[in-house]
């Protein structure tokens, strides 16, 4: 059971799906965050989520695992592209304005499966992958993003980070005063998720 809670820690952005084996509840807590850094050839920038935005209260989380990775039937997780803040308004505007917001209003986000092994005896810490597809202007593209989960009782920590470059989606990088300001087709997605897990013991409480 302890790798089972372990492997669902990211699967708080998962709608529940009526085939899986196995159910978990997860809570995301509000501490958590999610960051897009991005730069120019004059200046670096930030665009975040806070937890206040990413909480979307308690899921019930259905999951098979086979093969040492987990499976995750029917899940989708909409990240409201306008729900984004930075301290560059410029750059927070040059954002909205490459993701065509107006049009596409959410980053769709699916995990096809997870992939990770413990590193400590109690089994509380984890390394691994996570395979995800992600969708921006309608375009989908799928990427390994390492994870590492660090566990305290029914609450785990989960990090990643995945560097990427915005013409996968086919978006082409801005350039402001004639081409002076260039901005990089690169990004980092970085996500801090803070999760509460309970047991299908726990679930019968409820």
């Given amino acids: 059971m302890k790798r089972l809670i372990g492997l669902l820690v990211l ?16 809570e995301l807590l509000k501490n958590s965050s999610l960051t897009i ?28 695992e086979s093969q040492n990775k987990l499976f995750l039937s029917q899940n ?47 089994g509380q810490s984890y390394n691994g992958n996570a395979l995800v597809s992600i969708t921006i202007t309608g375009i989908t593209r799928y990427y390994s993003i390492p994870i590492s989960i660090k566990g305290n009782g029914n609450q785990y920590v989960v990090d990643g980070k995945k560097k ?6 086919g978006l082409t990088p801005q350039s402001r005063m004639m081409g002076m300001i260039k901005v990089s087709e690169w990004i980092d997605i970085d996500f801090h998720m803070i999760c509460k897990i309970s047991s299908p013991d726990d679930l019968a409480k409820l």
């Fill in 76 to 122: 989708l997780l909409f990240v409201a592209v306008k729900n984004f803040s930075s301290y560059n308004k410029m750059a927070l505007n040059d954002f909205l304005q490459l993701l065509k917001a107006d049009t596409y209003p959410t980053l769709q986000v699916r995990i096809n499966y997870l992939d990770i092994q413990p590193i400590s005896e109690k």
């Fill in 164 to 169: 990427m470059t915005i013409r996968d989606f």
């Fill in 37 to 64: 850094s991005g730069s120019t050839n004059v200046v670096s920038f930030k665009l975040f989520q806070d937890g206040d935005k990413l909480t979307r209260g308690k899921s019930t989380i259905e999951a098979t």
């Fill in 11 to 26: 699967s708080f952005i998962i709608i529940p799906s009526a085939l899986a084996q196995n159910l978990v509840s997860v």
